[in-house]
């Protein structure tokens, strides 16, 4: 059974730094998709960033340029740098896993971005 766990949330100051990490288990990440999502209070769960097993990523349009997504396929683990954060970031990040037919989702971590 695949089992996602995501770290790394918390709150911070507006133009601050956080990085996520989602750790896989139950499978071999290297051969999947991965990425996060997020979803603020009463908006629909949006697309960050996701990077394919070739290394290919693709951003939401809302955080190009700030945030970075990475792989280490040696730990089974995907990361999210995020800076330059701004308050409109605030949301539950999920960490999700795609290889047909497979689509496994994490718990969620909150990121709030505050003063």
């Known amino acids: 059974q695949v089992q996602l766990a995501e770290s790394g949330g918390g709150l911070v100051q507006p133009g601050g730094s956080l990085r996520l990490s989602c750790a896989a288990s139950g499978i071999f990440t290297a051969i999947t998709t991965m990425g996060w999502y997020r979803q603020a209070p009463g908006k629909e769960r949006e697309l960050v960033a996701s990077i394919d097993s070739g290394g290919r990523t693709n951003y939401g349009d809302s955080v190009k340029g700030r945030f970075t997504i990475s792989r280490d396929n040696a730990k089974n683990t995907v990361y999210l740098q995020m800076n330059s954060l701004k308050a409109e970031d605030t949301a539950v990040y999920y960490c999700?896993?795609?290889?047909?037919?497979?689509?496994?989702w994490g718990q969620g971590t909150l990121v709030t971005v505050s003063s």
């Open positions: 999700n896993l795609k290889r047909s037919p497979l689509d496994a």
